[in-house]
């Protein structure tokens, strides 16, 4: 075990964790100042007097609320790849990452540290198309992105809105959701509503209408199901999104 000056302790580069609570943090600087640190801070060595921080970013800002010139610290020789790996992993286990802190970590595991999908899935224990689904959520606009957040609406709104193909359908469609305390059924099937909205059609030379717009498989269910619903065909339509193909399934009951 080291003591190591919290002065010479430098942040994790890549910290998957962008938001603390700072009431969370004075609640665990009174509980230092009564019964000190009880799980060392994870740290590297950069120079002969500097470490960077790999795990325990919260214990170290509570520590320096608490007024603590030393903490406890396990000194780990690794490089920036684990180093971001672990400070992932750590935030994971203790579920303290939203859903866009999570996306921005994978997004930057791939990216900077060259790991796959696959290889990311191994080290985290999560299935790959869950990395892919959370990695989506990037292609939304970050201020989308944050009035979601500061909204407390989850993960499966954000989704939903992927569907929409702009970003000024996206914030009206936002707006309503927020105003009118929509849970992620009622916010699908207002998306759903919009996209309808967006698609039209027109007849080809040969007389026949085709369905123009934005894809969604909304919009080809809905159309489908316009078709069973005029000859009382009672049917049930599910769709689930792939890697690469959305697979669209029709229930329909022997007669």
Do not use: C, W
């Amino acid at each position: 075990m080291n003591y190591i000056a919290v002065d010479s302790i430098s942040p994790n580069l890549y910290q998957p964790r962008k938001v603390f609570d700072e009431e969370s943090i004075q609640e665990l600087a009174q509980s230092i100042k009564v019964y000190g640190i009880i799980q060392p801070l994870s740290v590297r060595k950069i120079d002969e007097n500097n470490y960077e921080l790999i795990a325990g970013e919260r214990r170290l800002r509570a520590a320096k609320e608490a007024g603590l010139s030393k903490v406890p610290a396990i000194i780990a020789n690794i490089n920036d790849k684990d180093s971001a790996a672990i400070a992932l992993l750590e935030n994971l286990q203790r579920e303290d990452l939203n859903f866009y802190e999570e996306a921005l970590a994978y997004h930057n595991l791939i990216k900077v540290h060259s790991y796959t999908q696959e290889q990311l899935s191994e080290v985290i224990g999560k299935k790959q198309s869950t990395i892919a689904n959370k990695l989506r959520i990037l292609k939304l606009d970050e201020k989308i992105i944050s009035t979601i957040i500061d909204n407390k609406l989850t993960e499966r709104h954000a989704r939903a809105l992927l569907k929409i193909p702009t970003d000024e359908l996206r914030n009206e469609v936002l707006e309503i959701v927020i105003k009118n305390g929509l849970n992620v059924k009622k916010t699908e099937e207002l998306i759903d509503r919009e996209l309808l909205k967006l698609a039209h059609t027109e007849v080809a030379s040969d007389g026949k209408k085709r369905i123009k717009g934005s894809f969604s498989p909304a919009i080809y269910i809905n159309t489908v199901k316009q078709v069973f619903d005029k000859y009382g065909v009672e049917a049930k339509y599910r769709s689930k999104e792939l890697d690469d193909s959305i697979q669209v399934t029709i229930t329909i009951k022997k007669k």
